[in-house]
């Protein structure tokens, strides 16, 4: 059985000139969709080239962590489409946000979808600062249903 995995911990680094052709491409695509959809962080457009460059953003209340898991859902949708034997997986697992790649190669979840989802899950993660967000509590499996 062959399994592809896909994690939240593989940044490429933020030398726009040492960045693979096709990433740049999907970065631009995402750029776009980024801006149409008016998404933005304390006020900020998201500047996801910029980023690459090495631009960083000036957050009072944000880490880099919301560009970081956009720039990963990015690249690593980019990398799976590179590949060949794409068909020869049997199963496709997500690790942290990874699930949110693994769900739209697999064809659950559209790309833009996903995009918006990272971008909000990388805005709500980088507030809380190093603390955790699990949410605990009891309720009735009815009620969880």
Known sequence: M???GFQGLRPIGRRWREIPDYMKEALYEAQEILKEREFSIEGQPIDL???????TPQFENHTLTCMEHLVIYVTSIAEW?????????????????????????????????????????????SQVRGR??????????????
């Open 81 to 125: 489409n590179q590949r060949n034997d794409k068909e020869s997986f049997d199963a496709l697992l997500g690790l942290s946000f990874g699930e949110w790649i693994a769900a739209v190669v697999a064809g659950c979840l559209d790309y833009e979808t996903g995009l918006g989802v990272v971008a909000m899950r990388g805005e709500l993660t």
């Open 132 to 145: 955790s967000l699990l949410l605990t509590g009891s309720l009735p499996i009815q009620a969880l249903r």
């Open 49 to 55: 080239i910029g980023y690459c460059g090495g631009k």
């Open 2 to 4: 062959r399994v592809a």
